[in-house]
């Protein structure tokens, strides 16, 4: 097991109400894999450095896990081909 550091990106669309369902769906994906969710650290709506998809700002949300490298591998695929999610962004955490 490893520590890893998810950020995304999700599209100003999704209502802020609809925001921690959506985080849920896919800690409960790590939980159910045999991961553990250390932390999820919302940041809110923030503006964007450059343009995204024509979108000037986006929801910042930060997963801290600890999980196989495979399970952190399928959360990132499955945030990549939700349409929600604008960007995605895994790292490896020392320590």
Request: aromatic share 6%; net charge negative.
């Given at each position: 097991?490893?520590?890893?550091?998810?950020?995304?990106?999700?599209?100003?669309d999704v209502d802020e109400?609809?925001?921690?369902?959506?985080?849920?769906?896919?800690?409960?994906?790590?939980?159910?894999?045999?991961?553990?969710?250390?932390?999820?650290?919302?940041?809110?709506?923030?503006?964007?450095?450059?343009?995204?998809?024509?979108?000037?700002?986006?929801?910042?949300?930060?997963?801290?896990t600890t999980s196989e490298?495979?399970?952190?591998?399928e959360v990132d695929r499955?945030?990549?081909?939700?349409?929600?999610?604008?960007?995605?962004?895994?790292?490896?955490?020392?320590?």
């Amino acid at each position: 097991m490893r520590k890893y550091e998810i950020m995304a990106i999700i599209s100003p669309d999704v209502d802020e109400r609809q925001l921690q369902p959506l985080v849920d769906k896919y800690t409960d994906t790590i939980v159910r894999e045999g991961g553990t969710v250390d932390n999820v650290d919302i940041w809110g709506r923030r503006h964007l450095a450059y343009p995204i998809n024509k979108k000037t700002e986006g929801l910042y949300v930060i997963i801290n896990t600890t999980s196989e490298p495979a399970t952190v591998a399928e959360v990132d695929r499955l945030m990549t081909i939700d349409e929600q999610f604008m960007r995605t962004k895994v790292m490896r955490r020392d320590a």
